[in-house]
């Protein structure tokens, strides 16, 4: 008999890492979220899940457990925001006492409670080697005090077909002290931006289409000039210098280069540009380099809609997550 494994996605957002897990067979049990907009976005997408808008420090034990409702858990998911490690040094704290990734701890705090058999945390890459390596060796602490063997590797989405170049701090941790899979790479061709979004129709600055979330971005009339010197895979070196704006930041004022996969997806993509059109990618552009199919709609305002897309799990590599989780269950 093959039972579906049960999962719950703490921190769940738009619901990336949930629809990888549903796609690879995973029953959902509840999500939390804080965001009313990423809510909105899961409960439309996902009509048969559960989740809650709730601050996950305001839940106790007893509201957990209702929660679990008797179910057997066999994964806890989700990315827990963490700021402490985000800038150099940890200013005399250590990672799990900085009062700023209280969020870590609510995490812990809920498998602990829940005991599920696995465990995958997602974060940003320089997670593995901040502070000397010394955060992660706490974070693997902090699972192997309530009972986990945990692993940590930092894998590239674009391995796992997904079209862009993200690079994330995954942890996989389980109760039967086994060394923990990672899913394998699939693909040894990555797909490129033009290979993902080029079907779509084009649009002009401030152009709408029929397609959910293909809505181009109103640009000034300053910014498209700026935009027009820039050729395929170019940066802003090519805008005349009398133009060319202040900013040093290297990711801003650079065109996709068409032949490769994206640039890592974030919740402000406002001046990163089209490979062939003169504007910034539509919220559904950036839905597909994050391997969301055009049926996954994303609600609230544009601003809104992007910084959902950005903080998403790209479900492909969710999916791939997932079927190492299973394979670890045989």
Do not use: W
């Amino acid at each position: 008999m093959n039972t579906k494994l049960n999962f719950v996605d703490l921190f769940a957002g738009a619901g990336g890492l949930s629809k990888g897990f549903t796609m690879a067979g995973f029953n959902q049990v509840f999500a939390i979220d804080i965001n009313k907009d990423a809510c909105n976005t899961y409960k439309h997408n996902f009509p048969k899940h559960f989740i809650l808008q709730q601050n996950i420090c305001q839940l106790n034990t007893k509201d957990i457990k209702k929660l679990v409702n008797g179910k057997k858990i066999d994964v806890i998911i989700g990315g827990p925001p963490c700021q402490g490690f985000s800038i150099a040094g940890n200013i005399g704290r250590n990672f799990v006492n900085d009062p700023r990734n209280y969020l870590f701890k609510e995490f812990v705090r809920v498998v602990s409670i829940v005991k599920p058999k696995f465990v995958v945390l997602e974060n940003v890459a320089r997670l593995n080697v901040h502070n000397n390596g010394k955060t992660k060796k706490e974070i693997i602490k902090s699972f192997k005090d309530i009972g986990y063997s945990v692993d940590c590797k930092v894998l590239c989405s674009a391995d796992y077909g997904v079209p862009q170049v993200r690079n994330r701090f995954i942890l996989i941790g389980n109760k039967f002290n086994k060394k923990n899979k990672f899913p394998k790479t699939k693909h040894s061709k990555t797909i490129t931006i033009k290979e993902a979004i080029d079907d779509l129709p084009k649009l002009k600055s401030g152009e709408d289409s029929k397609i959910p979330n293909h809505k181009a971005m109103n640009h000034k009339s300053k910014m498209l000039e700026k935009m027009s010197y820039i050729t395929d895979g170019g940066n802003r070196n090519q805008i005349p210098s009398i133009k060319r704006p202040l900013t040093g930041d290297s990711r801003k004022y650079i065109r996709y280069n068409s032949l490769k996969p994206a640039v890592c997806v974030t919740g402000d993509m406002r001046k990163i540009f089209h490979y062939s059109q003169n504007r910034a990618l539509t919220v559904r552009e950036l839905a597909r380099l994050q391997s969301f199919n055009d049926d996954f709609v994303f609600l609230g305002n544009s601003i809104s809609q992007q910084q959902q897309v950005g903080d998403a799990v790209p479900p492909l590599f969710a999916k791939a997550i997932a079927e190492a989780i299973k394979e670890m269950n045989k």
